[in-house]
């Protein structure tokens, strides 16, 4: 659960950015539960990515229903009233289920950090003028401050408000081409001609 709306925007930004580009499963705020039978052993990644599990609505991440398939990636965003137990917490959590990459972002000192799976063990990786995720192929640093990310094509991340924009903008457009080729076809049948 997002700390405040800082925190809210980073989920949605990621979040909505990585499911308008990948086919995977790309959720955030979503409990995971490694282990069948054991309840107890879940946490609530504030993004996640499970590569090759397809898209669609689930009421939480069951490891054993999803083929084994660990999460592959994990966004995190720490918030002021984090503290450090609870994030070493986190961080032995996936490493021992298995994430490939993990990766945060520290609100307090404007830090971004990653690990990557080598040799079987999450290792903190360099974040010195960025992070390319060999994963998702995304780039990510800290501008003036705040968290940004690019896409393999170098377009920016949009914020919520700007993606919500760009997806009114191209089902207008489809309706737009869907009404034009309707009204061609009307044409061309008044005309006698028909498309089939």
Known sequence: MADNTEHFAFIQMVQGNLSSVRDDFVWGD???YPVEGHPEIRVAPDVLVAVGRPRGHRGSYRQWEEQGVPLTVVFEWWSPNAAFPQMLKKYRFYDRHGVTEFITFDQRSRELNAWRRIKGVLEPVSTEGGYESEVLGIRMDVVQGDFKAWHTDGRPFLTWEELEAERKAVTAERDAALERAAALEAR????????D
């Open 188 to 195: 061309l049948q008044a005309m006698g001609i028909s498309l």
């Open 30 to 32: 979503l409990l995971w």
